[in-house]
């Protein structure tokens, strides 16, 4: 089942130079195509060794999270400020944050569960599920700004980069394709117990609310986008809820939300 997490081979910030104990040398003022490639390559990781386990996962995603802070944090401190005023590394800069932003989300919210003292694989396994759809609808929509952004990355990143950049943002299968499994997993009682909840934080939509594209750039009002929230929550273990969003959201929520909800009603 672990060889379908794209989402967690893409995390997975084990490189040679965390294996060997060295970092590469951080030139501070690096020029901004520097350093957006040496935080592609963080990411970007070639390692495709796949958990042998749950446990396994959840031993390594502690990790992961805090690298992918930590290189995040080193991204955002080597940008000479200057460079932004380029058009083309603007628009490159705001697609890796949004990559980020994603995949911490992802990481924080799993590394929630996985906190939990003696979690059952078929709890973690059932938030597992939730948070890579939702991150793999969210990155889909990430993939679509960067073909409207129309920019040559080849010349910007030079093409292993570029090549890279591109990998991060392609699902080797729909996220909807997962979702009826999913769905069949609410309601048999593999939910995580009440007295160990306090840490565990409702699925919170509302700083995607500018996930928008050229193509999908309307927006649904707050009270539909809450209405669905309740019907998707009704159908969800009580351990597993969405939060009320506090303003319209855009199309790539709407669609994410419609999705699983469909996927509810017909096998939950």
Known sequence: MY??????????????????????????????????KRFISHLAVNNQDVPSSYKEVIAI???????????????????????????DYKKLDHILTEIYEVNHDFMKNINQ???????????YTKHLEQYLYLGEMLTG????????????????????????????LTN?????TQLRF????QGHGNVVPKNQRSNISKIDLNKYQDYTTKRHNKKLSKQNINEVIDSINNKLDDDLQFKHVDDAMPACIVSTLSEELKALNKYA
């Open 3 to 36: 060889k379908n997490f794209k989402l967690i081979a893409i995390l997975m910030l084990t490189t040679l130079i965390i294996l060997t104990g060295c970092e590469l040398p951080i030139k501070k003022k690096s020029d901004y195509p520097t350093t957006a």
């Open 61 to 87: 995603d502690k990790k992961h999270q805090k690298d992918l802070e930590k290189y995040y944090k080193e991204y955002k401190n080597n940008i000479d400020k200057n460079d932004l005023k380029n058009k």
């Open 113 to 123: 569960i996985g906190n939990v003292k003696n979690i059952d694989e078929s709890t």
């Open 141 to 168: 929509n990430v993939a679509i700004e960067l073909d409207e952004f129309n920019l040559d990355y080849d010349e910007v990143l030079g093409k292993k980069h570029a090549s890279m950049l591109e990998d991060l």
């Open 172 to 176: 080797e299968e729909m996220p909807t």
């Open 182 to 185: 999913f769905a069949y997993k």
